[in-house]
């Protein structure tokens, strides 16, 4: 994707919305800047441990492994199995 942005006054570039959200871009966030043939702009975050996801990925199907092959689970019988927990 390519996108032509105007530089302002000061030399403030404005990242559009669309653009943030897919990216996770949120206010106060630090963008690492790499000076080439040209300017590469990327979200500073922490680099994401793929061993640490895989490991609880498979803790979570096998929670759900153990829940009964139903229609519908019993009352409470999910609040043990949250996903977002797995990523606090």
Do not use: Q
């Not at 043939?37 to 498979?58: H, Q, S």
């Amino acid at each position: 994707m390519t996108l032509r942005l105007k530089v302002g006054r000061k030399g403030y570039i404005l990242l559009p919305k669309a653009i943030r959200d897919a990216l996770g871009i949120s206010e106060g966030d630090e963008l690492v800047v790499e000076v080439g043939e040209g300017i590469l702009l990327k979200p500073a975050k922490r680099k994401v441990n793929i061993d640490y996801l895989n490991t609880a990925f498979t803790r979570h199907v096998e929670r759900l492994r153990r829940i009964e092959n139903r229609i519908e689970p019993k009352p409470g019988e999910l609040a043990e199995v949250c996903l977002e927990e797995e990523f606090e």
